[in-house]
Structures are given as C-alpha cells and as structure tokens.
C-alpha cells in the first residue's frame, strides 16, 4: 500500500509496528470467499472442541503463541545420517489496516550443509477443512512417522514415533503448515467477520499462500525451487494456492502434489450420475482386494466398462428397466454383492450403501477412507445408517498424541491451548459459497499449468479410497487440454486408502515418484 495514501497518523504507525517488528505486508489479509454452494469436507473431524477464536484482544494476549523454537536433529537412517534444523514456529497475518487476524504455525525441517538457493522446499497442508498437517508429517513424508495402518490400529495404539526411512528431507526441505482452527493455529482477532474470511474458499487460499511467503521472506529462501503438496480438500485448495503464489505473492513454484484430492465437487454428489461412474472402479478394487492382492492395471476393463457401456445405461435412466437391470447385474458381478440389493438400487450404490451392503451378511461396513478395511456395524439391525469410519476415526487419537509430543518434547515448543488435528468446528463453519458454481479447482490447474510450462503436477490416488475414488480425478485430467499432456499432468494410483502411504509399498513407491518429480 502507498504511503502516500496513509493519510491517518496512527495508522501509519500501525503499519511500521507491523513491518519493522514482524515484516510483514499490508495486505496479508484473506479475502471474501467465492460464492459456491456448500459441501462436505473431505477430511474432518468428530470433535467439537474450538478454543481457536478468543472473545476479546485481551484473551488473545494471554493465549499468544511462544516465539519461534529452533533445534538441531540428527536422524538414523538404513545407509545414511540426516543433520537438520527443525523450527516450530508461527506466522502472523494482519489485515489491510495493519490489525493482527491469525497466528498460522508450521514445522519446518531444513536439511544441514545445502546450498540453500538450490535445495528445493516443499510446503504440505492437509485437507478437511479442517484438518492439520500431521497427517502427512508422521504418516507419510516427515522425520519421524508411527505406524497408521487402518487395518491394525486402534484409538489405543501407542503412538511410538520412529526415524522415517521414507522422509522426504533427503531431496527437499518441508514445511507443514496448519491453517487456523487446525494444529495450534489461532485466532489473534475477535469477531464474526474474521473467521468467516478465515474460514472460506479464497480466504483460506490467500492465508496459506501468503503464509508460504512469509515463510520464505523469513527464511532467505526466495531463490528456492518450490512445491506445494496437498491432500484430499487439497485438491481444491491446491491448484489455488499455486495460482494465487503465481499472481498476487510473486512466487513461482515448479511443482504441485495432490494427495487424493478432490477437484470439483459438481460432478460427484447429489443428483449426478457421474458419482456412480467415479466410484465403481473403486467398488471393484475392493471386492478384488479382499482375494487378493490388486493393482490398477487389473482393473482396466473395469474403466472401460465404466465409462462406456454402464455410463451409456446409466444415461437410459431407470425407464428403461432392461438397461437398468442389465448394469444392475454386470455390478453387482462386480462387486459380489446379492444381485436382488443391486436390481433393487439399480445398480447405482452411493458410498454409504456399498460401505454397508459389501459385507452385511457378516454385520460388517467397510471403511470410507479405506473401503478394504472393514470393521463391526455397531446397529447391523437398523434401517438407517449409524456407523463411522473404522479406517479414518481410529488414527485420530494416536496421531494428536504423536503431533503434541514431537512438538513439545523433541521440537521444544509448547504453546498453551488444544491441539486440533481435525475440528470439526471449521468444518461445520467453513463457507463453500452460495453461488451456482459448487467449489472446485479444475480452473485453476488449467491455469496454472498454461501460464507455467515449466509447472508439473502429479496426482496420487489410493486404490480402496471412497472419500475421494481415483476414478473421479482420471475423467478430470483426461479434460485438460492437450498441453497439459500425461507428463505434466500425472496419474498415480497405489494399492491403499485415501491415506495409502499407511501401506510401506506405496509409500515408497510414492516417495520415489515424488523425488524423480524434484530432479
């Protein structure tokens, strides 16, 4: 902002304070969301807890973050030593008027000895909204991990963190960021207009990408190659982020990572039928996986049929009582389910219906985030759906565990306040809009990779996720146009959820895509 339009003496000052003490600019500010219709998160949380906005400055005084803390670590690897400094820390944004919104904090991990102008960094999100950044730190990519496959833990389980044999820290620097309402992220100002920027598809856009240069200004890493990498409601957020970077931040990124994203939440909820298209790979994977061990390639005849003759019968309509009677019997062959429930849904099963009736004789529902892990329904005699999600709310309490000790106890950091690793008071709170045009991000990925040709972006999927099915995200990039060909624009589908790096197979395979993406 001019100077020369600060008319207002105190203002002014406001505006030095905020440069001077914490560098920042005077236009870190989120701004009103896009107007779209509002949908359900991808990943969430049960719980209700807030503690993030305080009722008036006073509160946000007492509760403000502890300064930065700056470690050194060394990790024990098979066949190498990785020295590096960790820093847990935040990052404050201010209004257009200089007044502090938020305190978004990160973890970031610099390896030791590089030529920081040269050595890629890498800033990681989750989804949700609502969701921290733990996820991916000690379930994927981090330092350290714990153990997250679905199948055997429990809310229970020991959270016994680990050296991280596939940690990307070897190829890049990380820095994981939780937007507010997540993590230890908060709330610095009070009232009901700052959450709902905070809380909005382009408000919370704007707050991490202008995180990110903060981030960077902070550290002396403009001159870094960049990447970005996000998972599930990251789909969205994503494509976003780079494009803001690109346009309002000055920053350019060489790459993006999707982690089972989900694009565009037009086509594959509601009335359409393209949901039933996106989700029967996904349905047969499953039924597949449970004799055997399976891959993507087993199922291209399965993508065939779906996308051609069961989308042609699909279109029939349910009039046409041989089409609807013919797909109904090719599914439920498909995916072992009584043919007389598939006749009777038509052949069109939501996720919450294949989750149940997959397994029903045994009073088994498989799990939303991994439909290969089943668990008990705890009402198998109910005419309505009372079950949750064996593969996703079962992480919940070894992950927070895992997140605070690392953070207080290794990191040296001890901010006062809950840890949220999945709020369910953002997610009931987050505005998607109100508009015709649901969210979604395939606009700005066209964006971003025509304005860059240097840009690419890989796209990772699980084979049993129901959250957001592999499928969905294919029939999006087959829509791009011819320059963001297959090698700019990549599909990778790995046995697993929508967490499939819990798998040690797919989470090494995942991380040598990653590091030939970096090279």
């Known amino acids: 902002m001019p100077i020369a339009a600060l008319r207002d003496a105190r203002f002014v000052l406001a505006l030095l ?13 989120p701004q009103p969301a896009e107007h779209t219709p509002a949908q359900s998160g991808q990943k969430g949380g049960p719980g209700g807890r807030s503690g993030s906005a305080p009722a008036t400055p006073a509160t946000a005084d007492q509760h403000r973050l502890p300064p930065d803390s700056t470690t050194k670590q060394t990790l024990e690897l098979p066949g190498r030593t990785l020295s590096f400094t960790a820093t847990a820390g935040s990052i404050r944004l201010f209004d257009d008027k200089g007044e502090p919104q938020a305190d978004i904090v990160y973890t970031a991990y610099q390896l030791d000895g590089t030529d920081r102008a040269s050595r890629p960094v890498t800033f990681v999100f989750n989804g949700g909204p609502g969701a921290a950044s733990a996820w991916l730190q000690f379930g994927n990519n981090g330092p350290w991990r714990i153990a997250i496959n679905a199948d055997q833990v429990t809310p229970s389980t020991q959270p016994d963190l680990q050296p991280n044999a596939e940690t990307w820290l070897d190829f890049t620097d990380l820095v994981y960021i939780d937007p507010v309402g997540t993590g230890y992220s908060r709330f610095v100002a009070s009232g009901e207009d700052v959450r709902k920027k905070f809380f909005s598809v382009d408000g919370d856009v704007s707050a991490i990408a202008v995180t990110i240069r903060r981030w960077l200004e902070k550290h002396d890493r403009l001159l870094s190659p960049k990447y970005v990498a996000g998972e599930s409601y990251g789909g969205i957020r994503g494509p976003k982020v780079v494009r803001n970077l690109q346009t309002e931040q000055g920053i350019g990124v060489r790459g993006l990572i999707l982690i089972s994203p989900v694009f565009d939440f037009r086509e594959y ?7 039933y298209v996106a989700s029967l790979p996904s349905y047969a994977a499953v039924a597949r996986e449970a004799k055997g061990p399976v891959t993507r390639a087993d199922l291209a005849e399965v993508e065939r049929y779906a996308r051609g003759d069961f989308l042609a019968d699909l279109m029939k309509g349910e009039a046409d009582t041989e089409a609807t009677n013919r797909l109904a019997d090719r599914v ?6 009584d043919q007389a429930v598939s006749r009777r849904l038509a052949g069109r099963f939501d996720i919450a219906e294949f989750r149940r009736e997959f397994d029903r004789r045994e009073g088994k529902v498989t799990g939303r985030y991994d439909a290969s892990v089943k668990g008990d329904d705890p009402f198998p005699d109910s005419s309505f759906f009372h079950f949750g999600d064996q593969s996703g709310e079962a992480l919940f309490a ?3 565990s895992a997140a605070v000790d690392l953070t207080t106890r290794k990191l040296n950091w001890r901010p006062d306040g809950s840890y949220e690793l999945g709020s369910g008071t953002v997610e009931r709170a987050w505005d998607f809009g109100r508009g015709l045009n649901p969210a979604e991000s395939i606009t700005q990925l066209r964006q971003i990779l025509a304005l860059d040709p240097k840009l690419k972006v890989l796209v990772v999927h699980g084979l049993f996720d129901l959250a957001t099915p592999y499928f969905g995200s294919r029939i999006q990039l087959d829509q791009l146009p011819a320059f963001a060909s297959p090698d700019r624009a990549k599909l990778v589908v790995y046995p697993g959820g929508h967490m499939f790096y819990a798998r040690d197979a797919s989470r090494q395979a995942f991380r040598s895509e990653v590091q030939t993406l970096m090279k």
């Open 332 to 337: 439920a062959a498909l995916t072992g389910i």
């Open 398 to 400: 070894p992950l927070t």
């Open 17 to 29: 304070m905020m440069t001077v003490a914490l560098g920042a600019r005077a236009d870190d500010l």
């Open 269 to 275: 909820s509601g009335s359409s039928i393209l949901q």
